[in-house]
Nanobody, 126 residues
Framework: QVQLVESGGGLVQTGGSLRLSCAFS????????MAWFRQAPGKEREFTAA????????DYADSVKGRFTISRDNAKNTVYLQMNSLKPEDTAVYYC???????????????????WGQGTQVTVSS
């Protein structure tokens, strides 16, 4: 059974930083993409960042480029989202997700991600 568990959310001031972690358990998915999505109150879930199964393949939403960095440690079965220069508009519940299709191009479409974590709240105060 696959499980994704996020951690690292919290309350931070504008300009601050947080690092989210997503630990996944179950079958090995080292050739699979993982992603972060976020959902703010009253808004739809939106793509934030994705990391492919190779080190040099990443993708970011325009709103977070240059501020967020996604990385993964396959030995620890963990994916990270380093968030710097946080803004109030980054406030949301952040979810990690797993694309079970092996070795596919990255996608920002949530329909291709089969497994999801329970989410972690990030609040940025102004």
């Amino acid at each position: 059974q696959v499980q994704l568990v996020e951690s690292g959310g919290g309350l931070v001031q504008t300009g601050g930083s947080l690092r989210l972690s997503c630990a996944f358990s179950g079958p090995t998915f080292r050739r699979n993409a993982m992603a972060w999505f976020r959902q703010a109150p009253g808004k739809e879930r939106e793509f934030t960042a994705a990391h492919g199964w190779t080190e040099d393949v990443t993708d970011y939403a325009d709103s977070v480029k240059g501020r967020f960095t996604i990385s993964r440690d396959n030995a620890k079965n963990t994916v990270y989202l380093q968030m710097n220069s946080l803004k109030p508009e980054d406030t949301a519940v952040y979810y990690c997700a797993l694309d079970i299709r092996p070795a596919r191009p990255l996608t920002s479409d949530p329909r291709y991600y089969t497994y999801w974590g329970q989410g972690t709240q990030v609040t940025v105060s102004s």
